[in-house]
């Protein structure tokens, strides 16, 4: 990454929520615990079935979270911009439930592998705080989108008020 890439990418997460409370220091710091990586449109990025050894953050494009029961491909949601993304099998150590899959061209991520974490939390246990608030966070708007969504979906087959 050039100097010049990286300045811009410590803009960046200076006006995201995951680094709101962050100096401009630490974010340098937790970006020197990260992987920038690019995918393309329809690249998988984690797969069904893999325990997650990394957490990613999106610097640009859209990602999609896919189900997949062999018959049917059903998308669950998307990640843009400022989302984290594969907390769940990084934190709990069981097989990932859905694909996740660049949407766009060019798509950016920062990737945080578990040796680098484990480090973080050791070194640097503020910024550790603030990345597990933010996947709490992630966690909880992603919930609320597929809860919002099947309870449209309900309304729609069953009509109000029914289950």
Do not use: W
């Amino acid at each position: 990454m050039t100097l010049k890439e990286k300045i811009n990418l410590t803009q960046f997460l200076n006006q995201q929520y995951l680094c709101a409370s962050l100096t401009v220091k630490e974010v340098e710091t937790l970006l020197e615990y990260t992987e920038y990586v690019d995918y393309e449109k329809d690249a998988v990025i984690a797969d069904i079935g893999d325990v997650g050894e990394a957490l990613y953050f999106v610097v640009g494009g859209e990602v999609a979270l896919l189900h997949d029961d062999g018959s049917q491909v059903v998308e669950v949601g998307r990640m843009k911009e400022g989302e984290l993304m594969g907390e769940m099998s990084f934190f709990d150590r069981e097989p990932r439930l859905l694909r996740i899959v660049a949407m766009t061209d060019d798509t950016q991520l920062l990737k945080l592998a578990r040796a680098k974490y484990k480090r973080l939390r050791v070194e640097h246990p503020y910024i550790a705080v603030n990345l597990l608030e933010h996947a709490i966070i992630s966690l909880d708007h992603l919930v609320r989108r597929v809860s919002e969504d099947e309870a449209t979906l309900s309304r729609y087959i069953f009509g109000p008020g029914k289950k």
